[in-house]
């Protein structure tokens, strides 16, 4: 009998020696030797370069116990690049952090400043395609002119000025947060929006010393060997932007939160209050917010206090009429003060409408397939993930002939429990669970930009095949209490269900059989597995020999049938921000552009 090969074997010779090289994820052994050129893309595989190392990451996370030592050190590479801590003062930063939506939070935020005539800048992470969507202009990505010009600017003042110590240039994110101040201070912008990286309290964001208005959105657990492992000790990070008399907002929170939250405010003379409901502002009529799901109302509404606080600081009084306070039942039981609801103006009314943020509940027709795009990766954003997807994609009406096919892509990283996220995804029904790195398979001449040297090849795809293993258990032990409970009738009818289908080609496995093998695949990269869940169908994705080679498997060639024949293909994309990213770059080539 021929020995078994392990399916993590099978994956990574399915990737042939050319392949293998055009992928995004490399070992850390194998970072480019090159000598700049001056150029962007010279100046993204010199940023790539600092990419934090395993060793070095540890010793960053023995440092997170002393955050004077995290923010000198900071502000050391700070002031050898050319800029004293006292220069951002000149930015009128509005900062933001939290565990869920403080991204879109200030993306409505910015949005808002910016239609009231003001030159914004905005520094968020992760990007999806490009590293300059990472610094923004009046809403725009820097240009790749501009970001050659500051990255080179910053990087060789830094280079210059380097000691022989081992981490003297500083990580990834430190200098990407150096080069946004460069960027916003040399162009001249009214204001900067910034979001917290990780945590807030030793983030290397958090050397501004006086921005206008801090805020806080949705608190959940996340990064947890670095910021702690209750959601209270969470807050306590969280918190940490706090400035004295600086005004700083934030949403509903757990009871716990709140109070760590409020002793935090108190400890470092800061005055918190809570949002109001987006309720307040709705008195006329219903406002339309630019991104969807529920869970954005929240992140609007801390994105209008934020708004209208750094208006009345700089003396736009007639922006936003204050009206009376507002109070609810519910928000009278809170330890903590409720800010005001005001009059929105017409700006900030149009800016909630028109705003955009790539990724988050976002919605791609391509003629019968579907794609809905989350990068929630958290329980809290999850959650809110499901609801979204249920809520419009369940309820669409289906199509008079032929069948809807529910296809789940999906890949986690990092410390977050895939079970639990696995688990919140099962009431979707989904006929397949495709799990894939976060790898395009895209020319290592244009992926540079995604490119993550510090995990191998090997270990995303082991992690891939984790997730599958976590989703066909799942999926077994609902079968098992399916199979349990249905009754006698019920159970022949599903197990007939093959017979009756057969002659129609749709289904080649009995349903429980189908159910019990999960229906999941496992393709070792996103092209390979978009191509396969659209069957030709998307002219973006055609099969390539390897991946006919990988649809052998006997789920991929019955669940091939059902979607050539599927009269509507609904994907939902989630789990990962960097999964995200990578299908958005194989959907809209313009992102590339």
Same mark, same amino acid.
């Given at each position: 009998?021929?020995?078994?090969?392990?399916?993590?074997?099978?994956?990574?010779?399915?990737?042939?020696?050319?392949?293998?090289?055009?992928?995004?994820?490399?070992?850390?052994?194998?970072?480019?030797?090159?000598?700049?050129?001056?150029?962007?893309?010279?100046?993204?595989?010199t940023?790539?370069?600092?990419?934090?190392?395993?060793?070095?990451?540890?010793?960053v996370?023995?440092?997170?116990?002393?955050?004077?030592?995290?923010?000198?050190?900071?502000?050391?590479?700070?002031?050898?690049?050319?800029?004293?801590?006292?220069?951002?003062?000149?930015?009128?930063?509005?900062?933001?952090t939290?565990?869920?939506?403080?991204?879109?939070?200030?993306?409505?935020?910015?949005?808002?400043?910016?239609?009231?005539?003001?030159?914004?800048?905005?520094?968020?992470?992760?990007?999806?395609?490009?590293?300059?969507?990472?610094?923004?202009?009046?809403?725009?990505?820097?240009?790749?002119?501009?970001?050659?010009?500051?990255?080179?600017?910053?990087?060789?003042?830094?280079?210059?000025?380097?000691?022989?110590?081992?981490?003297?240039?500083?990580?990834?994110?430190?200098?990407?947060?150096?080069?946004?101040?460069?960027?916003?201070?040399?162009?001249?912008?009214?204001?900067?929006?910034?979001?917290?990286?990780?945590?807030?309290?030793?983030?290397?964001?958090?050397?501004?010393?006086?921005?206008?208005?801090?805020?806080?959105?949705?608190l959940?657990?996340?990064?947890?060997?670095?910021?702690?492992?209750?959601?209270?000790?969470?807050?306590?990070?969280?918190?940490?932007?706090?400035?004295?008399?600086?005004?700083?907002?934030?949403?509903?929170?757990?009871?716990?939160?709140?109070?760590?939250?409020?002793?935090?405010?108190?400890?470092?003379?800061?005055?918190?209050?809570?949002?109001?409901?987006?309720?307040?502002?709705?008195?006329?009529?219903?406002?339309?917010?630019?991104?969807?799901?529920?869970?954005q109302?929240?992140?609007?509404?801390?994105?209008?206090?934020?708004?209208?606080?750094?208006l009345?600081c700089?003396?736009?009084?007639?922006?936003?009429?204050?009206?009376?306070?507002?109070?609810t039942?519910?928000?009278?039981?809170?330890?903590?003060?409720?800010?005001?609801?005001?009059?929105?103006?017409?700006?900030?009314?149009?800016?909630?409408?028109?705003?955009?943020?790539?990724?988050?509940?976002?919605?791609?027709?391509?003629?019968?397939?579907?794609?809905?795009?989350?990068?929630?990766?958290?329980?809290?954003?999850?959650?809110?993930?499901?609801?979204?997807?249920?809520?419009?994609?369940?309820?669409?009406?289906?199509?008079?002939?032929?069948?809807?096919?529910?296809?789940?892509?999906?890949?986690?990283?990092g410390?977050?429990?895939?079970?639990?996220?696995?688990?919140?995804?099962?009431?979707?029904?989904?006929?397949?669970?495709?799990?894939?790195?976060?790898?395009?398979?895209?020319?290592?001449?244009?992926?540079?930009?995604?490119?993550?040297?510090?995990?191998?090849?090997?270990?995303?795809?082991?992690?891939?095949?984790?997730?599958?293993?976590?989703?066909?258990?799942?999926?077994?032990e609902?079968?098992?209490?399916?199979?349990?409970s249905?009754?006698?009738?019920?159970?022949?009818?599903?197990?007939?269900?093959?017979?009756? +289908?057969?002659?129609?080609? *749709?289904? %080649? !496995?009995?349903?429980?059989?189908? $159910? #019990?093998?999960? &229906?999941?695949?496992?393709?070792?990269?996103?092209?390979?597995?978009?191509?396969?869940?659209?069957?030709?169908?998307?002219?973006?994705?055609?099969?390539?020999?390897?991946t006919?080679?990988?649809?052998?498997?006997?789920?991929?060639?019955?669940?091939?049938?059902?979607?050539?024949?599927?009269?509507?293909?609904?994907? +939902?994309v989630?789990?990962? *921000?960097? %999964? !995200?990213?990578?299908?958005?770059? $194989? #959907?809209?080539? &313009?992102?590339?552009?």
């Amino acid at each position: 009998m021929a020995p078994r090969i392990p399916a993590l074997q099978v994956l990574l010779w399915s990737l042939s020696a050319q392949e293998g090289a055009r992928c995004g994820v490399r070992s850390l052994s194998t970072r480019p030797a090159h000598v700049p050129r001056m150029e962007y893309q010279d100046a993204i595989q010199t940023l790539n370069t600092l990419q934090t190392n395993a060793s070095y990451l540890d010793q960053v996370k023995r440092e997170r116990g002393d955050p004077q030592l995290q923010l000198e050190a900071m502000k050391g590479f700070l002031k050898r690049s050319g800029l004293k801590v006292e220069d951002l003062d000149q930015l009128n930063i509005i900062h933001v952090t939290g565990t869920k939506g403080k991204g879109s939070t200030c993306a409505f935020a910015e949005q808002m400043l910016r239609n009231c005539g003001l030159k914004t800048g905005f520094y968020s992470s992760p990007h999806l395609v490009q590293v300059r969507e990472r610094i923004r202009i009046n809403g725009q990505p820097i240009s790749k002119e501009l970001f050659t010009k500051y990255f080179w600017q910053v990087y060789n003042r830094l280079d210059e000025r380097k000691d022989s110590c081992p981490q003297s240039m500083p990580a990834y994110f430190r200098f990407l947060t150096i080069m946004a101040f460069h960027v916003f201070l040399q162009e001249k912008v009214d204001l900067a929006v910034v979001e917290v990286g990780i945590g807030g309290a030793y983030d290397c964001t958090n050397i501004i010393r006086k921005p206008v208005v801090c805020g806080i959105s949705s608190l959940g657990i996340d990064h947890t060997s670095i910021l702690g492992d209750t959601i209270e000790k969470i807050a306590w990070q969280k918190g940490g932007i706090f400035k004295p008399g600086v005004p700083a907002f934030t949403v509903p929170q757990p009871a716990s939160c709140l109070q760590v939250l409020m002793d935090r405010a108190k400890d470092i003379g800061c005055p918190l209050s809570l949002c109001p409901d987006l309720d307040a502002y709705e008195e006329d009529k219903t406002l339309t917010l630019g991104l969807a799901g529920e869970h954005q109302r929240s992140n609007a509404a801390l994105a209008l206090q934020l708004t209208q606080t750094w208006l009345h600081c700089h003396g736009y009084d007639g922006v936003g009429e204050v009206k009376e306070p507002w109070q609810t039942g519910h928000m009278l039981k809170q330890p903590l003060p409720t800010a005001s609801a005001f009059r929105l103006s017409f700006a900030m009314v149009q800016g909630l409408r028109e705003t955009e943020w790539l990724g988050r509940t976002q919605i791609l027709q391509r003629g019968a397939l579907t794609y809905y795009i989350d990068g929630a990766h958290t329980t809290s954003s999850m959650h809110a993930c499901v609801h979204w997807f249920r809520d419009v994609a369940l309820n669409e009406e289906k199509p008079r002939t032929g069948s809807v096919v529910r296809v789940l892509l999906f890949n986690a990283t990092g410390e977050r429990d895939t079970a639990a996220l696995l688990k919140l995804l099962q009431p979707c029904q989904f006929d397949y669970a495709i799990f894939c790195p976060n790898i395009t398979e895209v020319s290592a001449s244009g992926n540079a930009d995604q490119q993550n040297y510090n995990v191998t090849l090997e270990n995303v795809l082991s992690r891939c095949l984790e997730n599958q293993r976590h989703w066909n258990q799942l999926m077994e032990e609902k079968v098992g209490l399916d199979l349990w409970s249905a009754a006698p009738l019920e159970l022949e009818e599903s197990l007939m269900k093959k017979a009756s +289908l057969r002659g129609h080609g *749709l289904l %080649l !496995v009995p349903v429980t059989e189908r $159910l #019990l093998n999960s &229906s999941s695949l496992v393709f070792p990269s996103i092209s390979q597995a978009l191509q396969w869940v659209t069957q030709g169908r998307d002219p973006a994705f055609q099969c390539s020999l390897v991946t006919k080679a990988l649809h052998q498997h006997p789920v991929a060639s019955s669940g091939a049938v059902l979607l050539q024949e599927a009269a509507s293909i609904q994907v +939902l994309v989630t789990g990962s *921000l960097h %999964l !995200v990213g990578g299908v958005l770059k $194989l #959907l809209d080539q &313009s992102l590339s552009q």
